[in-house]
């Protein structure tokens, strides 16, 4: 029996949760819900439904699990504690700061309906998380540091088009080369913000516009840029569509410890992305959690749960003779 899948929310990470679960034979997806009207959405799977975000609670009893693509902002706070009641759901809030007040919500709610829930399901918060919990009980001497990117920062770069003048944006998060180096020789060096990395951001102004004013603008922007050394570059629509069409990102976990009678030994643990698609590879990860909450919940469990609480078994469509015989 597959896996009958819902997507919550159809942007660029519902429509990543929609080609993943093509890629997984043990699940379907049943139905797409969005706020739109349904009549106007299309979408890539001819055999499910659109249906209207008002209609979600109806099909409780023909979705397994429910993956919600909203916004950790305004979205996710409270659509997650609202549907995990009536589904299995998957979130991928990565409001670090708020992930307890999430999580404790969310708990209340799927405790409550008897459902499972997996929140801050992603790459960071999600993969990245593992691995820093992974390196520190291995190497409880030692440092954390996390790079991220090259990649597109969509926060910054819709924060950057919100300026007056501003047609379009794109920027980019840039690791410092030289701090990274040094982490990698096991330096251990103490980074500030700004000695971590860059910000670059490729800007379309509108004609006539003070790119002036609006360079200025951006490099004072508290919380996005006023930390970091940033570059405006300005640019033409065409070169736009040409050159930033795409949404890569990735980056670095990094633990750095010692070992042994007085810590003579160095040992470097590093796990690293490189993504073409950021919303693709998040949805990805958010499907294969799909598949450990519906197995969760078969098993009589419910609550909310993070990553950390996953066996790895449960993400794999095999056995676990398969997995022991072929993975281990």
């Known amino acids: ?7 919550l929310g159809y942007g660029n990470l519902g429509k990543g949760v929609e080609s993943a679960v093509k890629q997984n034979s043990d699940m379907e997806l049943k139905a797409v819900f969005t ?16 249906c209207h975000i008002d209609d979600a609670e109806k099909m409780k009893n023909d979705i397994d699990v429910m993956i919600i693509c909203g916004g950790s902002a305004t979205d996710l706070p409270v659509q997650t504690p609202k549907y995990a009641e ?31 829930s997996i929140i801050s ?10 691995n820093r919990l992974y390196a520190n009980c291995i190497l409880p001497e030692g440092k954390d540091y996390t790079f991220w990117g090259k990649g597109v920062s969509q ?31 096991g330096e251990n060096p103490e980074l500030t913000t700004r000695q971590k990395h860059t910000r670059e951001c490729f800007v379309v102004a509108e004609e006539g516009a ?23 570059h300005f640019i033409t629509m065409e070169e ?45 990860v958010l499907v294969a959690y799909a598949r450990a909450a519906y197995r969760l919940n078969k098993e009589g469990n419910s609550g909310c749960k ?18 022991r015989a072929h993975l281990l």
């Open 1 to 7: 029996m597959s896996i009958r899948i819902g997507i």
């Open 35 to 50: 706020r739109r009207n349904p009549q106007d959405l299309k979408i890539n799977t001819a055999s499910a439904k659109v």
């Open 86 to 116: 009536y589904f299995n759901v998957i979130d991928s809030f990565d409001t670090h700061a708020k992930i307890p007040e999430h999580f404790k919500n969310v708990d209340k709610s799927s405790k409550k309906g008897g459902k499972v």
């Open 121 to 130: 399901v992603g790459w960071d918060p999600g993969m990245f998380s593992l």
């Open 155 to 185: 926060g910054h770069s819709d924060a950057v088009r919100r300026i007056d003048g501003v047609l379009d944006a794109r920027q980019y998060t840039v690791p410092v080369q030289e701090a990274l180096d040094a982490v990698r020789k």
């Open 210 to 232: 003070d790119t002036g004013r609006i360079e200025k603008e951006i490099k004072e922007m508290p919380n996005y840029f006023s930390d970091y050394d940033t570059t405006v």
């Open 240 to 284: 736009m569509k040409r050159d930033h069409s795409g949404i890569p990102h990735g980056g670095f976990v990094i633990r750095s410890g010692k070992t042994g009678e007085n810590g003579c030994h160095k040992h470097i643990i590093e796990y690293s992305l490189k993504l073409d698609s950021n919303p693709e590879f998040t949805s990805s």
């Open 306 to 323: 993070t990553v950390f609480d996953i066996a790895p078994a449960y993400l794999s469509p095999l056995s676990g003779d398969e997995i």
